[in-house]
Every structure is written in C-alpha cells, then in structure tokens.
C-alpha cells in the first residue's frame, strides 16, 4: 500500500504525547484517521485512505497540517 509516513523523535514521553494529542485534534477537525504507533520517545503516522487503499487528496491534506 502506497502511502505518506512520518517518524518522529522526541526528548521525552510528555512530547511524545503533545504530538499523539496534536494529530488527534487534526484527525477529528479533518474527520481522516492515519493509523498512530508510539511509544516512550517515538511517533510514527501512516497516513492513506483506507478505503481507497491509496494515498488520496486527503491525505496529503492531513500530511501538510502535521508539518
């Protein structure tokens, strides 16, 4: 599946988590849910349209809020 992924690192968990509550504000205001992995100092986003199985205008959309 093509699809846009991020991976960030992070001095600590509090960070982590700013971030993980950051892309959940976005994905609620954009109603588009990228799958979320984390853990202590690491956050990866992938992001594609699950039901298009494709990256798709939303997508990229999301991808550009989260830079």
Do not use: C, W
């Not at 892309?23 to 690491?42: G, I, Q, R």
Request: no cysteine; aromatic share 14%.
């Amino acid at each position: 599946v093509f699809q846009i992924k991020t991976k960030r690192k992070f001095d600590d968990y509090k960070q982590t988590m700013k971030f993980v509550n950051g892309v959940a504000k976005v994905s609620e205001k954009l109603d588009h849910h990228p799958d979320v992995f984390f853990n202590y100092d690491t956050v990866t986003v992938e992001i594609y349209s699950h039901s298009h199985n494709a990256v798709t205008s939303k997508d990229i959309e999301f991808a550009k809020k989260l830079s």
